[in-house]
């Protein structure tokens, strides 16, 4: 039993259909984050294919580097699958017949009403330096070797038959063998502000952070988390710490903080909507439904989501949501007047607390030197005002449909700050 | 220029983020896809931290495997990202300022109406041995290597700047360097029918395929793609030899086929439509917005698409679509009866040709022993019949939302068809 306080993982992920990009590689996403939760640092992620020579160098490199090696795929009966072999081979072994194997695998398929073919039962010759780790619920099992230093896990590529050996078996495994570190995170999502410009907003702040706590900027959409992440001997002091760092921090930030943890921007604000008893309704023109999707995506947003409706045409901006004809042809369907009244008239229909409005230009026509694509307007009306925003945006129709979303959700998240303040 | 038919790839993904599994690494999936079609095979693809010995060692691993090396990741202008500093390390050249490229970060920020920040300008300066490759979406440009007998190619980690720079630069450069092997890909699109039942219907067919045609199922939400695949040495005969099996095939599963190669459904209903000149809106109550997002999705479609509603209770099922109060409370809101009204109504609004309906119990709230979580209605009105239809989907929530806009769609593209025999 190894005791390590710096304990490192490689995974290897084998199979031809991962390399062609056949099949997504679900599986080391999904370990990656179970070994971070404990505190295991995993230190390169690798994919092979069903070649000899690929998986035996892949074997040797990752023992060099990590202290756990866990392996998905090639586990298969057919004559494509070499994981087997190849780790008999590796570790100079032979594969033998383990009549606990044979009977789970017997078991399985009489519980399904099928018969063992000769196929199946070669699943339940294993190499002999390996332990025997059932598979409940597939036909073939894991194999756990201590050798050159290392621990190895193979496990099956098929992902819920992965999660269980990895929860059953591995992660307590591990966590029994090594002395593993304290590790805390902590995310800060922010919105409405770019990489760069937060970085440069925070940099004196980033400068004096102790060298155990670490940051990463994780930019996507229109929003930057920033993880901080921390390393000790104490969950409750690392606590303390990051709390200290993050309450350096928020002044510089705190306008563009939406949430701290996994919270998403629409589960925020049905949280909000649902704590002050508000309710929304949204006017889509150029975001086209996906604001509306967003927020109905979100489990239990009947209770504050009341509708929206997606005037496409300037018709129906006058018809449906009474968009004055006047404003329409002399301002623009693409205008502040326009979406002023849209999130007014909007919030009347729906008889909602706030209205959002949305009308731009998503592209790739329809723009014009005056209005190029990715020009949109955005307005959010309450009881008591209504306010209004212009962005400018990309040449992309996915990404001016998506940043408006984002926009349009933040707008809405500061107001309702501002309603139950 | 190197001339071979035997070319190799390696993929490498770069940052703490991926490792830790706090973010999915999407783009080494859709690169493996990009690569296979155009005949280059990918070796290995691995994934490494911010960290000046990983990313150094990798690149050496990686030039012993592989003709092209791609790697995204690592390019922000934050101290955390290594990738530009290490790849001119790894070159033994310096970093300086090459001026086109700090012309374009600083029209992208102007295009945006912000100030150029020293990071920002940082993102300017690239090795000296590189070949500067603009990104017109992002602030990262990319860079081209032909270094130590190989190709490389460095891309920022945002999946649409990546995807872009590889349809724009890297996949046309590589097919002008190499003489890759002839492949001819065919995508035949299915949708209303799982995978394992179509592979009993096909299989027949499957088995007397020759064999340089390979047969793929990629499986997707609601939808099934076939890839047939032909290997050999002109292009011509293969696209004869696969046309001649799809002949074959297509009496067998036309019902269920949409398209071929990458037209998605909503693409292909806007197709359709606008040939017919025929106009659509919605009502959507349990897909929340979700239909309108893909029609609205695909440029042009303000020609064909008037507009949606999305009256998420039963008040405004009733104010707004003129569905009877009389049947939301004797049949429910989710019954056959509400979605005829609805599409029905819709249709009239809308002043369009088809109208289409939504009502279902998304979950994970809502259901009951009648009506269970999954149950679903849908409707497509024209001229002259309003068609139905009842779905039983699946517990989760964004599940049933997407399978219903697919059963939405479909509905809409046969009862299209029916108008325009």
Redesign the interface.
Known sequence: MTKNTNVTAEILAIGDE?????I???N?????????KIGVK????????DNRE?ILS?FK?AEKRADIILMTGGLGPTSDDLTKPLLAEYFDCDIALVPDALEAVRTFFEKRGRELTELNRLQAHLPTKCTYVPNEIGTAPGMWFEENGCVWMSMPGVPHEMKKLMQDFVLPKIKEMYLLPVIYHKIIKTVGI????L??LIKDWEKQLPAHIR??????LGQV?L?L?AFGASIETLQDEVELQISRLMPLIEKYVYAFGNETLEEVIGRLLKQSGKKVAFA?SCS??????L???V????SY?????????NH?KNK?LKVDNETLSQKGAVSEETVIQMSENVRE??EADFGLASSGI?????GWAEKPVGTVWIACASANRTITKKL?L??????N?QLTAVAVLNMLRIEIYGKTE
């Open positions: 991962l390399l062609y990009g056949q997504i590689d679900t080391s996403h999904w370990i990656s984050q179970e070994l971070d995993v230190v390169q992620r690798s994919t092979v294919g690929s892949a490199a770019g990489e760069s410009w970085a440069d940051l990463a900027y994780l930019p996507s988390r993880r992440t889509e086209g439904g996906y604001i509306s999707h927020v109905t995506s489990p239990g947003s009947s989501f009341q509708g929206g409706i997606i005037p496409y045409h129906f449906l229909l729906f998503a592209g790739p026509g329809g400018q990309t040449q992309d129709r996915i990404l449909i």
